[in-house]
């Protein structure tokens, strides 16, 4: 036998062991994302361990416990019974979900595979990146515990499960005077490089400029839980930025109380390194503070913005130069984002408000985020309370608003066409009242 026959053979040979290795090794060893069933010890673990950090961090058990009557701490033991029946991972996830649905907080919540997912592919995610990742492959696994389950509404697109197919709707209530213009989500497709964004953006834009020289405009956000604040700071901000001159220097602050637990102080100090010297007994509203918020709450932040800082994000949005009267619709539903956008048009002057109160919430950037150490869950939930001037809390007030109507329609199949005859009363009657005092 030649030299280079028998290295052939013994290449060979040695490459069919290591391909029927590998066969043997991939086929015995279990798949890291096949699902496994937690036991009751490590489900108990973490749910002790979401408990904990909520008791020191969470920042709205004052306001559910006033509101609802509600005392969420009193009920650990009710909750890990709770936990304890439970008979597989499908159930514990729905069940750690329920325990926080008793908050009444659209922010606390634990991410189904979808909403990682979208989170994980949108970027931005400082400071909470490490967590997300570190999830990763345990979230492989609960794709395939919903799978298995059939839950596919869990396992969809985020993004698409959130939103409505029309998300924008434009509409010319009566020809040359009343424009209508409804936005049912402020989501953004950062995961697909805001490719159906800037349509949106594209959409509305050429709707205000077409309906520039009308007296009226109405914004609908009543039915908006949401999204990021670029979607309003751009796609509306920008091309009605006119009717924000003779305000460019108004200041808009927030004021956000910290109860001083070491998760969340940890993340703020990234931002706000000198947290701590901001006490609490400092703000000047502390007397109008109740006695409960003082003695739960040790710090505070503040986050102030001059109206012409926005500029830098709307330089290259051409206004439109529409100088009509904007009505803003809001409701219970109007949430998040939508909120924070409320409170911009309520701040500045640029909207007058009507509808009803909204949801308040107490978010600075986005909701923080835990991540439970054996089901690799990532539980979002409030770490901070915005704080009124008068020192009541925002999640509980809400934005209110200047003219109050009924959003709860007769027919709930009528509903969008309810509101816009209610509109349209709202012009009737401040035309009438402008009439009676001899203004045009």
């Known amino acids: 036998m030649s030299r280079r026959l028998l290295i052939l053979m013994l290449t060979l040979i040695f490459l069919a062991i290591v391909f029927f290795g590998t066969h043997i090794f991939l086929n015995t060893q279990p798949n890291l994302y096949q699902p496994r069933e937690l036991t009751e010890k490590q489900k108990i673990e973490d749910f002790e361990y979401m408990y904990d950090i909520l008791k020191d961090n969470y920042a709205h058990f004052y306001e559910v416990k006033k ?10 033991e009710e909750f890990k019974e709770k936990i ?23 922010h606390t919540h634990v991410l189904d595979p ?25 979230y492989k696994m609960w794709e395939k515990i ?3 389950a059939h839950e596919e509404s869990k396992l969809e697109d985020y993004f698409s499960r959130k939103r409505k ?14 424009a209508y213009l409804k936005i049912y989500s402020f989501l953004i497709d950062y995961h697909k490089e805001g490719e159906e964004y800037r349509k949106e953006r594209e959409m509305i834009y050429d709707f205000l400029k077409s309906i520039k020289d009308y007296q009226y405009l109405f914004i609908d956000i009543s039915d908006n839980k949401g999204g990021n604040g670029q979607y309003w700071l751009e796609a509306i901000i920008g091309p009605l930025r006119d009717k924000l001159k003779g305000v460019e220097n108004l200041s808009i602050e927030e004021i956000f109380l910290v109860r001083g637990g070491d998760y969340v102080v940890e993340i703020l100090e990234n931002f706000v390194p000198d947290l ?8 000047p509203m502390y007397n109008l503070l109740p006695m409960e918020v003082k003695k739960s709450f040790r710090y505070y932040l503040t986050m102030k913005h001059t109206i012409k800082d926005f500029e830098k994000y709307l330089k290259d949005i051409e206004p439109v130069g529409f100088n009509g009267k ?8 109007t949430y998040s984002a939508a909120n924070d956008f409320a409170k911009f048009c309520k701040k500045t002057g640029l909207a007058t408000l009507i509808g009803e109160r909204t ?16 089901s690799g869950l990532i539980v979002r939930f409030d770490g901070e309370m915005i704080i009124n001037q008068d020192g009541t809390s925002y999640f509980e007030t809400g934005t209110i608003p200047d003219i109050e109507i009924k959003m709860i329609p007769k027919d709930p199949f009528e509903k969008d066409e309810e509101l816009k005859q209610k509109i349209l009363q709202v012009i009737k009657s401040l035309e009438l009242e402008n009439e009676e005092k001899g203004i045009k």
């Open 165 to 178: 197919t029309e998300n924008v709707v434009t509409e010319i209530l009566v020809p040359g005077k009343v």
């Open 146 to 148: 919903f799978k298995n």
């Open 359 to 374: 949801t308040g919430d107490g978010s600075r950037f986005m909701p923080e985020m835990m991540r439970l150490p054996n």
């Open 84 to 106: 304890k029946k439970t008979k597989n991972n499908l159930e514990f996830y729905y069940a750690l979900n329920d325990i926080l649905l008793k908050l009444h907080d659209g």
């Open 276 to 283: 701590k010297n901001n006490t609490i007994d400092k703000l």
């Open 326 to 333: 904007i009505f803003l619709v809001i409701s219970r539903a």
């Open 114 to 138: 979808g909403h990682y997912k979208y989170l994980l592919e949108s970027g931005n995610l400082k400071p909470y990146e490490d967590i997300l990742r570190k999830s990763e492959s345990s």
């Open 67 to 76: 509101m609802y009557g509600y005392d969420w701490l009193e009920h650990k």
